[in-house]
């Protein structure tokens, strides 16, 4: 999905002169996607979720984006922004990725996964993804191997720390959003799941639109 996204923004937004699209942040582009589904099709957005009382999916419908929280970047942001680690007394400074980490990351866990000579447990990507986000390590800026070294012996505590101060610090559309089951009458609040729909509503005829198409930006 994140190819046929980057293909339609791509083509279909207009960046600054010499703007480079992998330097967009990951949290941009759906800020981006997300409004030009809605000018394309409209704001609804229906998905699929399960509530935990019955196996039975149910449908819901949501405002794309208006019914997401939108974090904007604290005034004066910058990178790297530091956090100190309880534990280790470190201090790392971090910052926000952007698409060319996300390509990074991509390659680096099918890597990973080439490699490995029996099955992996969890994302092999994960320790991959914190050292990206590291910029410097108690003010100097460090090589790679530093930067893993560094997440791969974290304690949980500062762990959950820097993962804490990182979502504190991203901006973008919040993923999160209440439903109610039908069921058991429950509010819940769930992560956005994406499927085909969010590129071709049903059609109140029934029928489906095709995926994002010129005419609509023409
Ligand atoms: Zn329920």
């Given at each position: 999905m994140t190819l046929l996204?980057?293909?339609?923004?791509?083509?279909?937004?207009?960046?600054?002169?010499?703007?480079?699209?992998?330097?967009?942040?990951?949290?941009?582009?759906f800020f981006l996607i997300a409004n030009v589904r809605a000018i394309s099709f409209g704001e609804e957005y229906a998905f699929q979720w399960r509530c935990p009382c019955t196996q039975k999916a149910q449908r819901s419908v949501c405002k794309l984006p208006?019914?997401?929280?939108?974090?904007?970047?604290?005034?004066?942001?910058?990178?790297?922004?530091?956090?100190?680690?309880?534990?280790?007394?470190?201090?790392?400074?971090?910052?926000l990725l952007r698409i060319s980490d996300e390509k990074a990351i991509d390659t680096y866990r099918q890597q990973m996964m080439d490699r490995a000579t029996e099955p992996l447990l969890g994302d092999p990507g994960y320790l991959f993804k914190m050292a990206r986000r590291i910029a410097t390590i108690d003010g100097a800026e460090v090589g790679l191997e530093k930067k893993l070294a560094l997440v791969t012996d974290l304690l949980s505590v500062?762990?959950?720390?820097?993962?804490?101060?990182?979502?504190?610090?991203?901006s973008g559309l919040s993923l999160n959003?209440?439903?109610?089951?039908?069921?058991?009458?429950?509010?819940?609040?769930?992560?956005?799941?994406?499927?085909?729909?969010?590129?071709?509503?049903?059609s109140p005829d029934g029928g489906s639109e095709t995926a994002v198409s010129a005419k609509h930006f023409e």
């Open positions: 996204i980057d293909s339609i923004l791509k083509t279909r937004a207009f960046f600054p002169e010499g703007f480079v699209y992998e330097s967009l942040l990951v949290t941009d582009r208006s019914d997401l929280k939108l974090f904007k970047l604290a005034e004066g942001f910058h990178e790297p922004f530091e956090v100190k680690l309880p534990k280790c007394g470190s201090t790392v400074g971090l910052r500062d762990s959950i720390k820097m993962q804490k101060e990182y979502e504190d610090n991203e959003i209440e439903v109610k089951c039908r069921n058991c009458g429950q509010e819940r609040e769930i992560t956005l799941p994406f499927s085909a729909e969010f590129f071709r509503p049903e």
